[in-house]
């Protein structure tokens, strides 16, 4: 069954680093997200990308975050300078048309920021 | 911002009896609405949805039952299985929005054999 891979499983990085997260979505889907999970929080949405370009995104995703789908497959989120309050897990998901909100997560990349 | 409310952190039901978890929002605008079910260390996987112009939806042992007027659902499970303990999240969207789903906080469910 095909599915949304991410790495890394968990990155440990120093404040004030750049980061970036990689997923590789499900290959004919079109719209992609990233969401994130501070611990013992709710699921937030941080931005969507679709055509190319950003379609939506949140009072999270600051000028410190950028999204980008380098070439045909793989889908990142970049944070620039990380902070303390940035650790989290982060989740990719895409899905193939936009009429329904049945998105395909992955496994979410754990950020500790120090 | 508590547009979607999951009043419940977490509910222990008994095996083969009934799971019944609850949801509650505030945005009328609010068309679509999923329940999706995480496991430890897994992102979380989508269960059962429901369209603002139905009432009921049913798949297997899943039930989700819509109350618009009280802006209300509910995931019933019938009967509970060990293999359904995990954590419940309850999400709502708008169609024509970019799928953007605002979450509840979770109810971890714990099904005693």
């Known amino acids: 069954e095909p599915e949304v891979t991410q790495t890394p499983s968990h990155q440990v990085t120093q404040m004030g680093q750049e980061v970036i997260l990689r997923c590789v979505p499900i290959?004919?889907?079109?719209?992609f997200y990233w969401y994130r999970q501070i611990l013992g929080q709710k699921v937030e949405f941080l931005v969507s990308?679709?055509?190319?370009?950003?379609?939506?995104k949140s009072e999270i995703f600051d000028d410190q975050f950028s999204v980008e789908r380098p070439d045909g497959s793989n889908f990142t989120l970049k944070i620039r300078s990380t902070k303390l309050e940035d650790s989290a897990m982060y989740f990719c998901?895409?899905?193939?048309?936009?009429?329904?909100?049945?998105?395909?997560f992955g496994e979410g990349s754990r950020l500790t920021v120090l | 911002d508590q547009q979607v409310k999951q009043n419940s952190p977490s509910l222990s039901v008994q095996e083969g009896r009934i799971s019944i978890l609850n949801c509650d929002y505030t945005?009328?605008?609010?068309?679509?609405f999923l329940w999706y079910k995480k496991y430890p260390a897994e992102g979380p996987t989508f269960l059962i949805s429901?369209?603002?112009?139905?009432d009921k939806n049913e798949d297997g042992r899943f039930t989700v039952f819509l109350n618009k007027s009280a802006k209300h659902l509910s995931l019933h499970i019938v009967p509970s299985q060990p293999g359904d303990s995990a954590v419940y999240f309850c999400?709502?969207?708008?169609?024509?929005?970019?799928?953007?789903?605002?979450f509840g906080q979770g109810t971890r469910l714990t099904i005693n054999p």
């Open positions: 998901a895409s899905i193939r048309t936009s009429n329904t909100g049945e998105l395909f």
């Open positions: 290959s004919n889907h079109l719209y």
């Open positions: 990308f679709y055509n190319n370009e950003i379609s939506e």
């Open positions: 945005n009328s605008m609010f068309d679509y």
């Open positions: 429901i369209s603002s112009i139905k």
């Open positions: 999400a709502a969207s708008v169609i024509q929005g970019a799928q953007k789903l605002v």
